[in-house]
């Protein structure tokens, strides 16, 4: 994948996902990502309520919380472009930070790895309204301290053999540090009405996505 930003501009996340196919001889050769297969030992740190009032480029970023790893390292990695990235922690925005075709989702999950030099990689799923998921429910009831445990990240994350949109942006919460490579996945999970409302409500009841940022001169790639 090739990309470059506009000089003097800058490669913000979310941006809207609009892809350059592959073509399918030339992805055979591409590594893929690997989503994380070892299940999470619980562990849940909420923000701090000054996050609420922090800025992140001129936009409000509000109050979220993350399941973190409680033996750091061990709770399984993603490999992208022969790199190996540790998996960190997850964390969810409603309604959803990037669109496709234009489209917002209810709710988007981020799963955040590293490599051992400290660069990042955010894997993203998307979830749509519809049946109850038992693997976001588990992450729900940790954060509201009515379950505890392990939260099982192959249930959670996208199939191994399913599409990725990547491309290099920055994270989406204060500090909003550039460099950051993004996999989305247009698989489409789901969750009920009821688990998109405990979210909110984990949250505050408000929102905590932030808005679309320009692509300027990026490319988002399409593997498959």
């Known amino acids: 994948m090739t990309l470059t930003a506009k000089k003097g501009g800058s490669v913000?996340?979310?941006?809207?996902?609009?892809?350059?196919?592959?073509?399918?001889?030339?992805?055979r050769s591409l590594p893929l990502i690997s989503p994380p297969l070892q299940?999470?030992?619980?562990?849940?740190?909420?923000?701090?309520?000054?996050?609420?009032?922090?800025?992140?480029?001129s936009v409000p970023c509000q109050a979220n919380?993350?399941?973190?790893?409680?033996?750091?390292?061990?709770?399984?990695?993603?490999?992208?472009?022969?790199?190996?990235?540790k998996f960190d922690h997850i964390h969810l925005h409603a309604r959803s930070e990037h669109t496709i075709a234009t489209r917002y989702?209810?709710?988007?999950?981020?799963?955040?790895?590293?490599?051992?030099?400290?660069?990042?990689?955010?894997v993203s799923r998307l979830f749509r309204r519809g049946a109850a998921n038992p693997s976001l429910q588990r992450v729900?009831?940790?954060?509201?301290?009515?379950?505890?445990?392990?939260?099982?990240?192959?249930?959670?994350?996208?199939?191994?053999?399913?599409?990725?949109?990547?491309?290099?942006?920055?994270?989406?919460?204060?500090?909003?540090?550039?460099?950051?490579?993004f996999s989305v996945s247009p698989v489409i999970a789901t969750a009920s009405s009821e688990q998109i409302a405990q979210f909110r409500e984990l949250i505050g009841g408000g929102k905590n996505n932030r808005p679309i940022q320009p692509l300027n001169s990026r490319t988002v790639t399409l593997y498959e």
């Not at 701090?48 to 009032?53: D, E, F, G, I, V």
């Not at 790893?69 to 490999?79: K, L, R, V």
């Not at 989702?105 to 955010?122: D, I, K, N, R």
């Open 12 to 27: 913000h996340s979310p941006p809207a996902i609009t892809v350059r196919r592959i073509p399918a001889g030339e992805a």
């Open 105 to 122: 989702y209810p709710l988007e999950l981020h799963f955040v790895h590293q490599s051992p030099c400290g660069a990042l990689l955010v």
């Open 39 to 57: 299940p999470m030992l619980e562990q849940v740190v909420h923000t701090s309520n000054s996050l609420a009032k922090r800025r992140c480029n």
């Open 65 to 85: 919380f993350k399941l973190s790893c409680d033996n750091a390292g061990s709770c399984g990695s993603t490999t992208f472009q022969g790199t190996t990235y």
């Open 140 to 181: 729900f009831d940790i954060a509201r301290g009515k379950s505890s445990g392990m939260v099982n990240l192959r249930r959670l994350a996208a199939p191994a053999i399913s599409k990725v949109a990547v491309y290099v942006g920055s994270l989406t919460t204060p500090p909003c540090t550039e460099g950051v490579t």
